[in-house]
């Protein structure tokens, strides 16, 4: 962050060997530094709201639901954890990939919280814009309450920078969803990744992908500001 001037951030838990033990994101928003970081918990499908609550006190701002590694069998059924986050004012991140939001579209039609969806849907890009899950995240876009992250390029792309094959997608939920509800997200440390990945290197390509100054204004900083309660 000091080496790209990046003063505010949003700090994701990982689905991995942490497990639903958030203490080290905790720790670290404590100790923000001068700097506003807000965090993303991961939590089990009957968590509390007393939890939640103690979480959003310490500047979590969200619940990470990762379909695209743990599969959505997982999340079919968590009406009652969406309507906790919606009461808390929370928001659901959930990263899906290739067909898997059309599983879970039922559950966000019906459910109320705001939600995020993380590293543009992960489409399968060999399958078009129009393939039906692509679509049905672009049908989201009408309801006022879902967001997308303009990110992961490298993880559905399938080719290395720039990333051509999923450049198209990106265009596409920024005019469905409007620079006023999509974010940019770094996708570091790059867990997973299958070649060497610099932060740099994808924020430039944010940059050459997204001319537009007002545009990018929005995306890296109005938006998230709006979402996460981000002040100046």
């Not at 990046?6 to 001068?34: E, F, M, W």
């Not at 918990?41 to 939640?52: A, G, Q």
């Not at 004012?89 to 919280?113: E, F, G, H, M, S």
Request: one cysteine or more.
């Amino acid at each position: 962050m000091q080496a790209y001037g990046i003063r505010h951030s949003v700090i994701v838990q990982p689905t991995s060997a942490y497990g639903y033990d958030n203490s080290c994101l905790l720790d670290t928003l404590a100790r923000n530094k001068g700097r506003q970081h807000k965090g993303v918990v991961v939590v089990p499908n009957d968590v509390t709201s007393e939890t939640l609550a103690q979480y959003k006190a310490q500047g979590v701002v969200g619940v990470a639901l990762n379909a695209a590694l743990l599969g959505p069998e997982r999340f079919l059924k968590i009406d009652a954890l969406m309507g906790r986050l919606a009461e808390l004012d929370l928001y659901a991140q959930i990263q899906v990939k290739d067909n898997q939001l059309l599983a879970l579209l039922p559950l966000l039609q019906r459910t109320r919280p705001r939600v995020l969806i993380d590293h543009s849907g992960r489409p399968d890009a060999s399958a078009g814009l129009q393939q039906p899950a692509f679509q049905a995240l672009l049908s989201l876009a009408s309801n006022g309450r879902t967001f997308v992250k303009l990110s992961g390029l490298s993880q559905y792309s399938r080719q290395r920078y720039p990333y051509a094959y999923a450049q198209p997608y990106q265009l596409a939920l920024l005019q469905a969803f409007t620079a006023e509800n999509c974010m940019w997200g770094t996708d570091w440390p790059f867990l997973r990744a299958h070649q060497h990945m610099e932060l740099g290197t994808v924020l430039t390509n944010f940059g050459e992908l997204f001319p537009n100054a007002n545009d990018r204004h929005q995306i890296l900083w109005e938006t998230p500001k709006r979402l996460f309660g981000f002040t100046a």
